[in-house]
């Protein structure tokens, strides 16, 4: 799965499906994410490889967060983990994401903090307070 405003580079693919193949217990692969200068947490989705059996196992998205932005990656994550898959992210294999002012904002404008907060507050009462205590930057790299 890629996302339409990323910019993959020669060989983003290969170390995907590498690290896919050698360990399927990881469920889903994810690309490191330049935006700019900085290194994007891989737990988005923006730049996916995923098992089908995995996914198969773990279900579709939750479209209820499809009415706002932002928290569907952490839920599907960890879904993940509650399936007991262990994804990754894999270095060798990068994409550019432009900042988030060129392309949420130009799609949502204005109603953007309240659709974010909006798909936070669905995320919570789903899972339970105690889960924004989840660390998301503390996931393996390989």
């Known amino acids: 799965m890629v996302n339409n405003d990323i910019t993959v580079t020669e060989g983003w693919f290969e170390p995907l499906m590498e690290a896919l ?5 990881y469920g ?4 490191k994410i330049l935006r700019g200068s900085v290194t994007m947490n891989w ?3 923006s730049s996916t490889l995923f098992l089908k059996e995995a996914m198969d196992k773990v279900g579709p998205f939750d479209e209820r967060f ?10 599907y994550l960890l879904r993940f ?5 262990k994804p990754h992210g894999v270095h060798k294999s990068t994409v550019y994401h432009p900042p988030e002012a060129v392309t949420l904002k130009a799609v949502h404008g204005d109603t953007m903090a309240e659709k974010y907060t909006r798909n936070q ?5 789903k899972w339970g307070p105690d889960v924004m205590q989840i660390d ?7």
């Open 43 to 45: 737990g988005v989705i």
């Open 66 to 75: 499809s009415q706002g932005i932002g928290w569907e990656d952490n839920d």
């Open 21 to 25: 193949k050698a360990h399927p217990e």
């Open 136 to 142: 998301w930057t503390d996931v393996p790299y390989d």
């Open 28 to 31: 889903w692969v994810a690309s």
């Open 121 to 125: 507050k669905l995320f919570v009462e």
């Open 81 to 85: 983990w509650l399936c007991g898959y």
